[in-house]
């Protein structure tokens, strides 16, 4: 097998490096982002705003902060330990706050995945220029062969330039796959931060409101 994969490498030519090169760097992309988007940012965001709302509701907010310290690499987190350090400042300071964090985490979240649509059609180009490259040395071979050669020549030749646009298929397919599924994931995650920042700015924002008019009831 080894052997059949070796042989199909060198039959295509000094082209096949080039595309080689492109599949690394989509790999060690797919595999980085996948690790970070899967272990690093990721947490069961429908519990962790739970407990969170439990303790705003509750008044507290430096228990809130220490359980967002817990995991801070996870962008939920990160983004509601922005607001909740601000609950005491007011509705602009809060949105200021959460508007700031949103930004960072939507750009630590998509940072990469959109390299992968390049990579998969630089992979594709690139064969297809190997098979162009491949079939003008093929022809330009074939033209000066014996007559009773140049059939089986020219069938070899094909078959030989053709391998770097399989080549290049190979790697371009999966490169694009990966961009879908990292695509979508990253969209889950942003979706989740968007919705428990509405969530955790009512709350804040409630909870000074509350507040205010208790201190304005204490004075009268």
């Known amino acids: 097998m080894f052997g059949k994969i070796a042989e199909f490498y060198g039959q295509g030519g000094p082209w096949m490096h080039p595309i080689t090169l492109v599949s690394i760097i989509a790999i060690s992309i797919s595999v980085e982002r996948i ?3 899967y272990f690093r940012y990721n947490i069961n965001s429908s519990s962790f705003m739970a407990q969170i709302q439990k303790l705003v509701m509750a008044n507290n907010i430096d228990r809130a902060i220490k359980l967002c310290n ?36 939507l750009r630590d979240l998509t940072k990469r995945t959109s390299i992968l649509p390049t990579l998969s059609n630089l992979a594709t180009l690139a064969g297809l220029l190997g098979t162009i490259v491949g079939l003008i040395e093929a022809f330009t071979a074939v033209a000066a062969a014996p007559p009773d050669m140049k059939s089986q020549m020219l069938t070899a030749a094909l078959a030989i330039g053709l391998n770097s646009t399989a080549y290049g298929l190979i790697v371009a397919i999966p490169t694009l796959a990966f961009y879908v599924f990292l695509n979508t994931t990253t969209k889950k995650l942003i979706d989740d931060m968007d919705v428990y920042a509405l969530k955790i700015h009512y709350l804040l924002v409630a909870r000074g409101k509350t507040q205010g008019q208790g201190m304005a009831q204490a004075v009268e």
Do not use: D, F, H, Y
Request: without cysteine; neutral net charge; charged residues 20%.
């Open 35 to 37: 690790i970070a988007l």
């Open 70 to 105: 817990v995991t801070p690499t996870a962008i939920l987190p990160r983004v509601l330990k922005a607001a909740l350090t601000r609950a005491n400042k007011g509705e602009v300071e809060i949105s200021n706050a959460l508007e700031i964090a949103q930004t960072e985490a």
